[in-house]
């Protein structure tokens, strides 16, 4: 059953409204256009209205069947047939006796489904255990952040990541109540320590970087660069050659000849065909391996000083409070100069390959610069492992701190951990119990459906509406089974098809017909027996006035069924704008007057130019139809789209009743503008007088509705009947705008 129905910001209604404390029976009574219809579609949950929130008594839903203009839409729009209502056939006995005796299981394990989901989620007014267990967070996380708050000022350090978020703060507490063995201090030897260990401002060194000079000192050893490297000495041309005293000049000399050959590139004389082999001859590989070892001891040179220039480059701008700075960039300034000298002299060498040359000696200055490294990262080491005993004295005075503030906390928390428990517990066992219940009762579903499939059929539906249509006079058509899906049609008495000459309220009355036998049924075979919500919207609407009888004494066996408790039928709800029938609905012969019977609920829906809204009334609301029109006149924010008809329904139960005076006789009181209202208000009387009144309007503006309350008022004046305008309207109303 709904115990709520959350209606918001959908059509008509501007703002979020509820409808709560939903009884058995429901009556909603509003002017057409002031919002009734979307209730009814908000309960079907049809799409656009799914974010309209429906409240269910004890969280469990059931199904729910929506008499409005969508189902007319849906199922008698259609050119040739509609859907068959399956219901239990009379024939199938035992088929009947079975299920007869799995309902009340079913209605059982029903109640205690529900019944547990009321323990658990609660209802309204009423709190259930997953919400009594979700509010003893707030409650012990508002205790820890209490303590917070007091030792924060001096405390900082210890509770850094969890000073900003009291949920996490209140998590660290209960891990820490779990795992905290460290020793209790008082506050006061907590704080005393605070203020030493949590002030300091000391932090870890990074180790300077070192490197390998070996290669450069080594370099200055190698006999490569004292060796007078020269050609072939057995060849002819070598006794030129050192004549000369210039080999590197011959040998730059040969590259010219091969491009300028057999002349010499200086004298451009032609060579003897010789020349060319012996400069070939006197170049030999020996002094190609020879240049090679020079020029490699270069490359090698070249790179491993550039490298450990970087090095003590990097270690300038780590710039460590450790290292004697000023000593270390003189010592490194000396190395690079010497190592640009020495760079140079082996180029010289790759240059001139029979020159001799000596390095720099760089091995004093490398040892300081090593010496001045280790020096420093000696004290670094010193300095990081006073840092990593400071770090423990600061874990461990956290932890402490930490063991103190739970200390503190001792009783909230055991209780806290204690109903934890107990409630943790409670639900998971409740939670396991209706998974059982659950899969009980689907089975239990699952055998009536398939006494339903054995035992259904369409035929009775067939009959029972045939038998109240020719019940109520209608003898000019009824409706026939089509096909072996229990499809109908809608046929003349000769049998031929009616669903498109079918009046209005023909349409709308079988329709309704259709609808009460779906209600006691299914579309499907299965289904039949299941529980259900009935929504009747408007139900009499199109309908002459004695359908209205009809239809009301229809929906009151719906009432008595739902009253019985042991019906499929659990709920109702009846949506209506036509305040005969809402009399007649509501009429029970057990009511005192206008008071409510425990078991229904009235309300009424108004719209305003701000919007729809929804009231739940004490009694039901409607005295009577002419108090109910004179209390729209009453209020200062009337609805554009109703008011005119309120004020001609007026006037129809005034005048021709009790007025004492015609039409023609009131309007000739009236000229020019003033008088064309009249004659509008008066015609629309004369026109409806013999049917119900079906509330429809024409919107004419604020400004036309100001003209019509003005007339409407001196219609009473000017005939002499102020005194019952004045009655009906208390006296205080001034409708002059």
């Known amino acids: 059953m709904l115990t709520g129905i959350h209606i918001n910001n959908v059509a008509t209604y501007n703002a979020s409204t509820q409808l709560d404390g939903l009884k058995k029976i429901n009556f909603i009574f509003g002017a057409n256009g002031s919002g009734k219809t979307t209730i009814s579609r908000i309960i079907d949950q049809i799409s656009g209205y799914t974010h309209c929130p429906l409240q269910w008594f004890g969280g469990e839903q059931i199904k729910i069947l929506v008499y409005n203009k969508d189902f007319i839409d849906r199922n008698f729009n259609q050119e040739n047939t509609v859907k068959g ?11 009947e006796r079975q299920i007869s005796l799995l309902r009340p299981q079913i209605d059982k394990v029903t109640n205690e489904i529900r019944g547990l989901n009321i323990r658990l989620n609660g209802e309204t007014n009423q709190a259930g255990i997953v919400a009594e267990r979700a509010a003893l967070e707030p409650e012990i996380q508002a205790k820890c952040w209490q303590k917070k708050q007091l030792h924060d000022s001096y405390f900082q350090e210890a509770f850094t990541g969890f000073r900003n978020s009291a949920e996490r703060f209140k998590d660290k507490v209960l891990l820490e109540k779990q795992s905290n063995t460290s020793n209790l201090l008082s506050l006061e030897v907590l704080k005393e320590k605070a203020s030493t260990i949590f002030s300091s401002n000391v932090v870890r060194y990074e180790t300077i970087p070192t490197f390998d000079a070996s290669v450069l000192i080594d370099a200055q050893f190698n006999p490569i660069l004292q060796k007078n490297i020269v050609g072939n000495q057995d060849v002819n041309i070598s006794k030129l050659i050192e004549t000369l005293g210039n080999i590197d000049w011959v040998k730059q000399g040969r590259e010219h000849f091969e491009s300028s050959y057999p002349e010499c590139p200086f004298c451009q004389q032609i060579t003897p065909p010789s020349f060319s082999e012996e400069l070939i001859q006197f170049f030999s590989e020996t002094y190609e391996q020879e240049v090679g070892i020079a020029e490699q001891l270069f490359n090698q040179y070249v790179n491993t000083s550039d490298r450990i220039l970087n090095t003590i480059q990097s270690i300038y701008s780590q710039n460590s409070p450790a290292l004697e700075m000023e000593f270390f960039h003189a010592e490194g300034q000396i190395l690079h100069e010497r190592l640009e000298r020495n760079k140079g002299n082996l180029q010289r060498k790759l240059s001139e390959p029979s020159l001799k040359i000596s390095l720099e000696p760089i091995e004093p200055i490398i040892s300081k610069i090593l010496e001045l490294i280790q020096e420093a990262n000696q004290k670094i080491m010193q300095h990081n492992q006073v840092v990593q005993n400071l770090s423990t004295e600061k874990q461990d005075l956290t932890n402490q701190v930490w063991k103190y503030v739970i200390n503190e906390l001792d009783s909230d928390l055991n209780h806290y ?4 428990t107990r409630l943790d517990s409670t639900i998971t066992g409740m939670n ?13 579903e699952f055998q009536i459906q398939e006494y339903e499939k054995s035992s259904t059929s369409t035929i009775p539906t067939v009959n029972d509406i045939n038998g109240l249509l020719l019940s109520f006079g209608f003898t000019s058509f009824n409706i026939s089974p089509v096909d072996e899906h229990g499809h109908y049609k809608i046929c003349r008495a000769n049998g031929d098809d009616a669903s498109r000459s079918l009046s209005e309220g023909e349409k709308t009355f079988i329709t309704f017909l259709y609808f009460y036998s779906l209600i006691k049924g299914s579309h499907s075979s299965s289904g039949i027996t299941e529980s259900r919500i009935v ?7 199109s309908l002459d006035s004695d359908i209205l009888y009809i239809v009301s004494s229809l929906i009151k066996r719906v009432f008595d069924h739902v009253r019985t408790n042991n019906d499929l039928i659990k709920q109702v709800f009846v949506l209506t704008h036509n305040v005969y029938f809402h ?24 719209k305003n130019s701000s919007g729809s809204t929804i009231e739940k009334c004490s009694e039901n609301p409607i005295r009577s139809a002419y108090e109910l029109l004179w209390s729209d006149i009453k209020t200062n924010n009337q609805s554009n789209l109703t008011i005119q008809n309120t004020l001609r329904r007026i006037l129809e139960n005034y005048f021709t009743m009790w007025g004492g005076m015609k039409k023609d006789q009131i309007c000739d009181l009236f000229e020019g503008n003033e008088k064309l209202i009249c004659q509008s208000l008066f015609a629309w009387v004369n026109d409806g007088s013999h049917s119900i009144h079906d509330d429809l309007y024409i919107n004419h503006g604020q400004q036309t509705n100001e003209s019509y309350l003005t007339v409407f008022r001196e219609i009473f004046t000017r005939s002499g009947q102020s005194g019952h305008y004045e009655m009906m309207t208390g006296g205080s109303i001034d409708l002059t705008y």
């Open 535 to 541: 929504v009747f919207d408007d139900p009499i609407s």
């Open 417 to 420: 951990i204690q109903n934890k």
């Open 432 to 444: 396991a119990s209706l998974k059982q219940k659950r899969d009980f009762l689907t089975d239990l």
């Open 85 to 95: 209502v399956f219901t239990l056939g009379d024939d199938q006995v035992e088929a």
């Open 583 to 606: 009399k007649e609905i509501t009429f029970n012969n057990k009511r005192s007057q206008n008071q409510i019977i425990s078991d229904e609920t009235f309300w009424m829906v108004k």
